[in-house]
């Protein structure tokens, strides 16, 4: 479903060399699979070639069989519009609107009708528990219940792949595993698949695929797909 074929990038800062360096790996359909490796690994910078937000030096990005890494801007966008979803370590959601507004935009983005972004997001806030908090403010919502609030909105418009960087890092140690749990029950349903930059060991835990980085090169895999 995703395939990282041979994926340098580069970052030269005063003599140092760093980056990501040859990385191949693939993720399958429906399959939640966790980047770990140690601050500054590389886990970051391969994510955001995955989500077509940056574009290697050498090497393909190829999603549903086409390779993407190279397509104009404006190809990449839709791309990112239609077919990813994105979830960070900060929730990102929007403090003005509620939970259900905030799921509700990136259906908007895609041209659906109000009545029918309403109708989706509240599917999807039911989906991730959050039924009865859909009228509330990211402000008068725990830190998990934000983030869960952002896994919605990022499922809402149907990707086939969710990236999410350190999802976890701002909730308290208890707060992980059921959020990962949370992925683990989606990809089942939906065939989604989830690609989580993460060092938790209670993230890790809970991956059908870990890609092991180091210094920039994947070092090794475990699981199977
Ligand atoms: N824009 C940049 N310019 C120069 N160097 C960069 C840039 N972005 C990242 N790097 C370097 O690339 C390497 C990988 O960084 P990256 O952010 O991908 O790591 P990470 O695994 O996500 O770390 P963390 O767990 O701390 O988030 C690091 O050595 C970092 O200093
Ligand atoms: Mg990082």
Redesign the pocket.
Known sequence: MLRLHNLTRA?E?GGER???FDVSLEVPAGCLAVLA??????????LQLAGLLDEPDEGEVILQGQRVSRLPEKARCDLRLRRLGFVFQSFNLVPVLSALENVMLPLQLQGLHEAAARQRAAETLDQVGLSERMEHRPGQLSGGQQQRVAIARALAPRPVLVLAD?PTASLDHAHGGPLMDLMATQCKASGVSFLV?S?DPSVIARANLVFR?QD?RLTATEGAA
């Open positions: 970052y800062l760093a980056g990501v490796g140690p601050s500054g690994s590389g886990k970051t910078t391969l350190e930059a060092h980085l920039g």
